[in-house]
């Protein structure tokens, strides 16, 4: 799946550059309004199977009058575990929805939480955790900048100070968001920095170092820094996992606190069964999702037919039989 965000004046000349880039098949995924009126279109498009890859070559992926099958042979493809893709599929053909598409975003939202940070931010301070190379540091600036272009205050905090460049990373960014980096090398400095800060009119963004939660002196230390941040656990994790190991890692999170995962490097996979088997492992609410390393193209909020649409990117717009249906963009 190629993920791409196109940014213009205005809505139609953004709309034109998806078209111009991705061609007419793309997938307009969200759009966001800026404060300076500009617009942002994310569009995905489906790549060309490789001649090499085995995937479906004897019967479709999209059966039009058969929403379950449609459904079920979508969730095989992106490696969802079987007893939750057996769960999905079943609930969104109960669903009644017109569509493919209606139907398995129907049981997305029964299954999963969708918490999107843009418009639920929890109270207290959001600490970022997760594996070492998740994409923790990327995405505290992708936050701050967001906070910083809604013209809200917003402190950041790292306590990532022991890993080579760690500081050096989130600093590069807060200069040019003209934030001040508060350091917090242990526990105790954290709960220092935050009680400086008012919560109350302030959102706090930590960033932590990666840490083995399946280690137990590490899983130790992330507890720690979580009782002294005092705020929600988000777990930032990479897309493209295994989707066993990524519900393993989850659910290690989950018991250090973990209850929102925001999922990273979604342009680089073309599978999203780990991030459905991570959120369903551990419980996790579904909360954004990065789709580049710049931080200038943000973070996308995540909803049932945005995810629904990745996952179905040929499905017709309806379960009918083709012959009785129109053709609708």
């Not at 759009?31 to 994310?42: C, E, F, L, Q, Y």
């Not at 780990?274 to 492992?281: F, P, S, T």
Request: aromatic content about 4%; charged content about 20%.
């Amino acid at each position: 799946m190629r993920v791409k965000t196109f940014t213009a004046e205005t809505t139609a000349a953004a709309m034109d550059m998806v078209r111009d880039t991705l061609g007419n098949d793309a997938i307009i995924v969200s759009t966001r309004t800026a404060t300076d009126g500009s617009t942002s279109v994310t569009a995905a498009v489906e790549p060309a199977t490789p001649a090499n890859e085995d995937f479906e070559q004897h019967e479709p992926l999209v059966f039009p009058d058969e929403t379950e099958g449609t459904i079920r042979q979508a969730l095989t493809y992106h490696g969802v575990p079987p007893w939750l893709a057996n769960r999905l599929a079943k609930k969104a053909a109960a669903s009644g929805a017109d569509t493919a598409a209606l139907a398995l975003a129907a049981a997305l939202d029964d299954q999963f939480s969708f918490l999107p940070l843009a418009a639920q931010w929890p109270e207290g301070p959001l600490l970022l955790v997760g594996p070492p190379g998740a994409g923790k540091t990327i995405t505290a600036a992708k936050l701050c900048a967001r906070e910083r272009l809604e013209r809200r205050p917003v402190a950041v905090i790292s306590t990532d100070t022991k890993r080579a460049g760690g500081i050096e990373q989130l600093a590069a960014f807060t200069r040019i968001l003209d934030l001040d980096l508060i350091t917090a090398p242990g526990p105790a400095d954290l709960l220092d920095a935050v009680e400086g800060i008012d919560t109350a009119s302030t959102r706090i963004v930590i960033d932590t170092p990666g840490l083995n939660p399946f280690d137990e002196e590490q899983a130790a230390v992330l507890i720690e820094i979580a009782k002294a941040a005092r705020g929600s656990v988000v777990l930032v994790l990479a897309a493209g996992n295994d989707p066993m190991e990524a519900a393993d890692l989850a659910r290690a999170y989950g018991d250090l606190g973990a209850n929102r995962m925001i999922v990273t490097r979604l342009d680089l996979a073309r599978r999203y069964g780990g991030l459905l088997a991570a959120a369903e492992g551990a419980g996790l609410g579904l909360a954004e999702v990065s789709i580049s390393a710049q931080v200038a193209e943000g973070l996308i909020p995540v909803s049932p037919v945005a995810m629904a649409k990745l996952i179905l990117p040929h499905a017709e717009d309806r379960t009918d039989p083709p012959e009785s249906t129109e053709a609708t963009e």
